[in-house]
């Protein structure tokens, strides 16, 4: 049997946004590294609550509580500095934010800014062309990288801000619907990407597109009203789901 | 018939737009008769001198009168005496209402914030009067004497809740999106907010800034019991200085001076009208 690396893992992870109801209710899950695992659900399932809980956005919550333990490489995160996992574990988001008032090259090293990492100008050049050719955007603006990131297309802004995640190599990759708010070209650009990255990055995505869970993770995770309903290689899910629940959102009879 | 029915609702329609234009014109006319009289009145007055020599006393300004002649001098005390207090009063209300402003915008449900907020609410619509007396006890009194300094004091806390104000309005409307981008890469909460937030909001604060100007230049008031005015030019900060709004006053109250009322105005009133189109102008750009 091939050894399996658990890169992250989810131990009766709980997350309540109020004291009476739970938003995620005790998930528990590994997570392989170098592989996309996608987590599907109907909206208000939790999906990007759970995702969110990984780098600790709920911190900024007060209100939020996140209970359970979520280990990345065997560390529990709920006890670290929040700016040291999110380090770790980079964020891709709904609708493309690149930082309007930074060109596209402050953009992509913006982590280093944000970190208070200085590096020679050479270390710089180095990073921004890497980094954008890793997202197959470094021939589109390589011309252009003084211009403002907001100057781009949508597709091209959620490239450069994957490549904006990538420049401080992290661990884990989020991606909360990255492709919702774009139109499909791009969506097929973001997809091949995906797969690309996989090598370099754990992918976790949030998506409520079924056809492209099934295109581009190995793994997915089908979430309702909480809790964590499947989990499993994403062929055997689609084609032969066990949960009654997990097969009426896959016909289209839940959704 | 339903035609008719349409027709009568078009005119309900009509008859709503040609009120609102109404009253948008009365509006308006207010301030076009405004900029219209001081225009008129004071557009004789201004030459280079107007700007660069102090008022004359008004012995040299009744022998004008009776030459014949137009009155000599100009407000160039008062300019050099708004500058100055304008930009010490600025060198303090910004980073502190900017610094009070991010407080506010991050800590919407921290008691304190809310209460600092309610209190900045309080200050702004606290009468510029009282701001002034309380100013001549705080400052004048111990310092024993009328100077820029009080005034500027005067202004500082006038300005201080304006600015606040619009650097949380203008830090809350931006995006969230941003701020979690910031953080998502590691960012603490004061770098992101110096490297993301703040550089996106400046189009916002420095309109804030600018209207918070423009809103004390024109005052009055507190500048009687904190700068007192002075005939002359003078940089000096610890003694009374003069101000545009305080000459305006004083000629009034002299027969002999009453003339460059218009003048003086004229300059307040297209400084401010420069300053808040400035500053409409500026806010647009940035948000492009």
């Known amino acids: 049997m091939e050894s399996i690396t658990p890169i992250l893992e989810f131990n009766k992870t709980c997350v309540s946004y109020t004291k009476q109801t739970m938003a995620v209710k005790y998930v528990s899950a590994s997570i392989e590294k170098n592989k996309i695992t996608a987590i599907m659900g109907p909206s208000g399932c939790g999906k990007s609550t759970l995702l969110r809980a990984v780098n600790l956005m709920h911190n900024l919550y007060p209100n939020i509580r996140v209970d359970g333990e979520i280990l990345l490489n065997g560390e529990n995160i709920l006890n670290m500095e929040p700016i040291d996992v999110r380090r770790r574990v980079g964020m891709v988001f709904q609708r493309p934010a690149p930082f309007p008032t930074m060109s596209i090259y402050d953009n992509v090293l913006a982590g280093y800014t944000l970190n208070g990492i200085k590096l020679s100008k050479n270390e710089k050049d180095n990073t921004v062309e890497q980094c954008l050719r890793s997202v197959a955007l470094w021939d589109e603006v390589k011309d252009v990288l003084n211009k403002k990131g907001t100057f781009l297309s949508g597709g091209q802004q959620q490239r450069l801000c994957i490549a904006r995640a990538l420049a401080l190599k992290p661990d884990i990759l989020l991606m909360d619907e990255p492709t919702s708010a774009l139109d499909p070209i791009a969506t097929k650009h973001i997809e091949e990407l995906m797969l690309e990255l996989q090598k370099e990055v754990t992918i976790l995505i949030v998506t409520h597109n079924m056809g492209q869970a099934m295109r581009i993770s190995s793994k997915s995770m089908f979430m309702y009203l909480g809790e964590l309903v499947e989990y499993g290689d994403t062929a055997t899910m689609f084609s032969n789901p066990s949960d009654e629940r997990t097969k009426a959102y896959l016909t289209g009879k839940m959704g | ?288």
């Not at chain 2, 105005?265 to 948000?287: E, P, Q, R």
């Open chain 2, 1 to 288: 018939m339903t035609n008719n029915k349409v027709k009568k609702r078009l005119a309900k329609d009509r008859l709503m737009l040609w009120g609102v234009c109404l009253f948008a014109a009365m509006t308006a006319t207010p301030l076009i008769a405004i900029l219209g009289e001081v225009l008129l009145k004071g557009y004789d007055q201004l030459s280079w001198s107007f700007f660069t020599e102090p008022t004359p006393t008004a012995y040299k300004a009744m022998k004008a009168i009776e030459a014949g002649e137009p009155i000599p001098g100009g407000i160039a005390n008062g300019i050099i005496g708004t500058m100055l207090m304008l930009a010490m009063a600025s060198v303090f209300a910004v980073p502190i209402g900017i610094l009070c402003g991010v407080f506010l915008a991050e800590n919407p449900k921290n008691k304190f914030a809310q209460f600092v907020s309610y209190l900045t609410d309080l200050l702004q619509g606290t009468p510029s009067v009282i701001i002034g007396i309380v100013t001549y006890i705080w400052v004048v009194v111990p310092m024993k004497g009328y100077s820029a300094v009080a005034g500027s004091v005067a202004l500082f806390i006038m300005m201080l809740p304006l600015i606040i104000r619009s650097t949380e309005e203008t830090l809350k409307i931006l995006p969230a999106s941003l701020k979690e981008a910031g953080l998502a890469l590691g960012g603490n909460r004061a770098r992101v907010m110096m490297k993301v937030q703040l550089p996106a909001a400046f189009g916002g604060i420095f309109t804030g800034v600018l209207l918070a100007i423009s809103r004390v230049i024109g005052e009055t008031a507190p500048l009687m019991f904190t700068a007192l005015g002075c005939s002359f030019i003078r940089f000096s900060i610890d003694k009374p200085i003069s101000a545009v709004p305080l000459l305006i006053w004083e000629f009034f109250n002299d027969p002999n001076l009453q003339e460059l009322i218009w003048g003086a105005s004229l300059f307040l009133l297209l400084f401010v009208l420069t300053l808040n189109i400035s500053a409409k102008y500026i806010a647009k750009k940035w948000n492009q």
